[in-house]
């Protein structure tokens, strides 16, 4: 099955700072990347998507970038604020598996002021 | 429309007790997921039903855990007899699978469990 790393587990970042999580998976026939944001005690929220299509993709201050021959995509927050303090989570889904998610472990990010 | 509803958002029971969870998926979704979160093995996919058929069970850690979904508006985990490593917080999930292209997921507020 699919198997996803994510690092770091822990990030801590200055406001206006960015911030980078990266994540690598391992089945090549994977083709939906999302990522999701679980503030303190709350559900996970999609936050931002790419297909394997595509290798950026932006959304304000949030930007995703796929490597497909790596098997490897990332997730850049811009200009962080304190609201960005949360637990960011990576996911692949096979393709053919509708929306199987595997998701990494999570990166706990801090933004100190 | 509500999203994903949850019930009970906390549930306190003794060991060997059984647990049920209940979960309304968000109405015209057609693929409906269960995921056990804890601080050691983050968000595990356990079970997850399309049209109402469960299609990967894989992920049900042992015979003490069961799900169905009799109808496309309600899904229940039950966990018989419960054990305190079963402690965790239990996430329902539903999404618009359309010919099989993934797409996003929406999470219910989740249930946390303590069993003592």
């Known amino acids: 099955g699919e198997n996803v790393e994510q690092h770091p587990s822990t990030l801590s970042v200055q406001e206006g700072d960015s911030a980078v999580i990266k994540c690598t998976y391992s089945?090549?026939?994977?083709?939906?990347f999302p990522w999701y944001k679980q503030e303190l005690g709350k559900r996970p929220q999609l936050i931002i998507d790419?297909?394997?299509?595509?290798g950026e993709k932006k959304d304000q201050r949030i930007a995703v970038t796929l490597n497909k021959t790596a098997k490897h995509f990332s997730l850049h927050i811009t200009e962080t604020q304190p609201e960005d303090s949360a637990v960011y989570f990576c996911?692949?889904?096979?393709?053919?598996?509708?929306?199987?998610?595997?998701f990494g472990t999570g990166t706990r990010l801090q933004v100190t002021l | 429309d509500a999203g994903v509803i949850q019930s009970p958002r906390h549930e306190v029971t003794e060991m060997g007790q059984e647990v049920t969870l209940r979960c309304k998926p968000i109405?015209?979704?057609?693929?409906l997921f269960w995921y056990r979160q804890t601080m050691m093995r983050g968000l595990e996919l356990l079970i997850y039903?399309?049209?109402?058929?469960?299609?990967?069970d894989s992920g049900m850690p042992e015979d003490r855990f069961s799900a169905k979904m009799p109808n496309a508006s309600f899904s229940t985990l039950k966990i018989q007899p419960s054990e305190p490593r079963d402690s965790a917080v239990y996430f329902c999930?539903?999404?618009?699978?359309?010919?099989?292209?993934?797409?996003?997921?929406?999470f219910g507020e989740g249930s946390r469990l303590t069993v003592l």
């Open positions: 996911a692949a889904s096979m393709s053919g598996t509708a929306s199987k998610l595997t």
């Open positions: 039903f399309n049209n109402n058929v469960p299609i990967d």
């Open positions: 999930a539903s999404t618009l699978g359309l010919a099989g292209v993934a797409g996003e997921l929406f």
């Open positions: 790419i297909r394997s299509n595509v």
């Open positions: 109405s015209g979704h057609n693929s």
């Open positions: 089945d090549s026939a994977s083709n939906y």
